[in-house]
């Protein structure tokens, strides 16, 4: 039994670890020693693409005849639910907070920031669009304040992308789910649920913690609930940590 652990945001290379999680369960397929995944969901969401090559590995295994039993953790909401949807099963606990289908952005520019303060910040753009994307670097934050607010036109365009992006969850809720897109529409639109409600929608399929996800996929792959077996973890344990001789220094990664 693989126990894949999603812990965290959801983004590519911290958090759940998208696109390295993502390859690990695409490479259990063609695993013959594995007979049945569990994977632990514990994320309150982030990047849409992270969420969606955990969750493709999920579809995929399960189209190969592999299940795989999700643990919800603490939180296992937007991304978070994103990479339960697809599970052959969904075990929550009555204090997980779930659901969460629904897409949200926001955007934040420099209004004057950078004059007040002394900042400044070249670049050569190309295309009227291109500035969204580069500005001002902040200290400490280590992130960059685009240069203006979007235009009218581009507002459209990004709403066109958000809805685009919330049909596609809603499709694969249903999909994953067995519902249909209209029940999913009712208890979606960014709403959160506890575990009890989660399952009174469909959304899980019943109580449980990890110990009792590893014994459910022992059933789903066949195994009797006696019979022993090896778990492997990912990602991999470290066989120890260095001792942090200083104190980090905010804004510079090392």
């Known amino acids: 039994i693989a126990v894949v652990y999603a812990v965290g945001e959801c983004a590519m290379d911290s958090g759940i670890r998208g696109r390295a999680t993502g390859k690990y369960m695409r490479g259990l397929i063609g695993d013959r020693d594995v007979r049945a995944v569990v994977l632990r969901a514990d994320s309150p969401g982030g990047d849409p ?14 189209e190969k005849g592999k299940p795989v039993v999700v643990s919800q953790g603490d ?24 659901g969460s289908i629904g ?16 900042f400044t910040a ?24 685009p240069e203006r607010a979007v235009t009218g036109e581009e507002r459209e ?3 066109k992308l958000l809805l685009n992006e919330y049909d596609a969850f809603v499709k694969g809720v249903a999909e ?22 989660a399952m009174e929608r469909g959304l899980a399929d019943g109580w449980g ?3 009792d996800a590893i014994l459910e996929a022992k059933a789903l792959a ?17 066989l120890f940590s260095l001792p942090q001789l200083l104190p980090p220094i905010p804004g510079i990664r090392g």
């Open 49 to 62: 693409l992270p969420s969606d090559l955990v969750a493709e590995g999920t579809r995929k295994l399960r």
């Open 75 to 98: 939180v296992a909401a937007s991304g978070g639910y994103w990479i339960s949807m697809n599970g052959s099963k969904v075990l929550t606990t009555p204090f997980t907070i779930t």
């Open 103 to 118: 897409i949200i952005a926001g955007w934040i520019w420099d209004e004057g920031f950078s004059e007040k303060f002394g």
């Open 122 to 145: 070249d670049g050569v753009p190309r295309g009227k669009h291109a500035v969204l994307v580069t500005g001002i670097r902040i200290p400490l934050i280590d992130g960059v304040v």
């Open 157 to 159: 365009m990004v709403k």
């Open 176 to 197: 994953g789910r067995g519902l249909t897109e209209e029940r999913v529409r009712e208890i979606a639109e960014g709403r959160v649920w506890m575990g009890g409600d």
């Open 209 to 211: 913690g990890l110990a």
């Open 222 to 238: 066949g195994l009797d609930p006696n019979e022993e077996v090896v778990l492997t973890e990912y990602p991999p344990r470290k």
